[in-house]
């Protein structure tokens, strides 16, 4: 038999209005109300309809996630963010790829929009950065929230979350040259994308306080995916005055790097210190592991959506002020850029993770 949110009120001793009130996750309900409602939807197992909660609210409860990333693991982890804040909510998540360099792209995201009846959307690099998408979104009354590089929120936008990609590219780059490096390369990733532009502002700005001299020789061009980062290195290991050191703007970038590295015979990090950004898994899978800045992709997701939310609540008195949360990167010291760890470990046996 079918458990209905009538089962739930009568175990709870509170009226439907009540239940429904607390499903929903409004304000004004007092937290011995709650637990003693959530008590009985989890003996009862009861799932809300929601179709049902469509209905009552007039409104969907459906968010999604719209994203034009060839990088799995970002993908996954920001799918996994968002999930975890939807469930907790009780929402339901449509993930949707796009391919925004196609001709077509806008018109059917439009039509997606139309009949996929949601309520909101998180939205990723490159989409978060195109204004077309977001007047779209605007002109549909879906709610957005943008997730972004930098550490000041646009003006006059939905809430955002921030990722201070500038800082932690600077502490990179600070710690190849504290390393002994006054030759390093930046190997880039799309340049349309402001990760890329305050990855490569951060690398400049270290250089230029340590009066190190920017040869752009050694800042390369390229894409967010390993074949770039391999395609890159191999353009640098044929240039007269080499790099001693390269930071790629990603860890698929710099796994391609090292790829490339090891293939032309030469020893990492003794060599040709390599560091990455963003800590995903093929920052640990590849040897050396890589030196990179950790990235709380999954928290960030998650903050994403929570924030998306709150715009919903009934008691949101401040909807269409501009909310924003800034993420601090952090360093992330290993084997690729650091030979003193390398020769710690066969001393010790250890391995750093």
């Known amino acids: 038999m079918k458990i209905t949110i009538n089962d739930v009120a009568n175990l709870a001793g509170v009226s439907i209005k ?21 008590v009985a939807a989890t003996e009862l197992n009861y799932q809300p309809s929601q179709a049902a909660r469509n209905l009552a609210s007039k ?8 994203y034009d990333n060839p990088n799995a693991h970002y993908v996954i982890d920001m799918q996994n963010g968002i999930l975890q804040t939807c469930k907790n909510n009780h929402f339901e998540l449509l993930i949707y790829p796009v391919n925004s360099k196609s001709p077509d792209f806008l018109e059917e995201l439009s039509e997606m929009l139309k009949y996929s009846q949601i309520s909101g959307v998180v939205l990723t690099p490159p989409l978060s950065e195109m204004l077309d998408v977001i007047r779209l979104l605007n002109t549909q009354k879906i709610k957005v929230v943008r997730i972004l590089s930098g550490q000041k929120p646009p003006e006059n936008i939905s809430p955002c979350v921030l990722v201070n ?11 190849l040259i504290l390393q002994g490096h006054t030759k390093i390369a930046f190997l880039c990733g799309d340049r349309a994308h402001s990760s890329t532009q305050q990855r490569l502002s951060g690398y400049l700005n270290a250089l230029e306080q340590y009066k190190i001299r920017i040869n752009l020789d ?15 290195c191999e353009q ?36 040709l ?14 040897w050396p592991k890589l030196t990179t800045a950790a990235q709380p992709t999954r928290q960030i997701a998650s903050q994403a959506a929570e924030l998306l939310l709150q715009t919903f609540k009934p ?21 690729s850029t650091s030979y003193s760890i390398i020769k710690n470990q066969f001393k010790t046996g250890q391995t750093k993770q």
């Open 59 to 66: 409104r969907s409860y459906v968010v999604g996630y719209i």
């Open 218 to 232: 050694w800042v390369i061009d390229g894409e967010y995916l390993f074949e770039s980062g391999v395609l890159a």
């Open 315 to 335: 008691n949101n008195k401040n909807e269409n002020s501009i909310n924003s949360i800034v993420f601090e990167p952090k360093l992330v010291v290993r084997e």
């Open 165 to 175: 990609d500038k800082q932690a590219a600077f502490q990179i780059t600070e710690h």
């Open 18 to 38: 009540t239940v429904s009130r607390v499903m929903n996750n409004e304000s004004g309900v007092r937290q011995s109300t709650i637990d003693k409602v959530r």
């Open 273 to 286: 210190a390599i560091a990455g950004f963003e800590d995903n898994p093929f920052s640990r899978q590849t």
């Open 236 to 271: 640098i290991l044929a240039l007269e005055q080499r790099p001693t050191a390269v930071f790629a703007c990603n860890d698929e970038i710099a796994a391609g790097a090292l790829f490339a590295a090891r293939l032309n015979g030469l020893d990492v990090p003794k060599n």
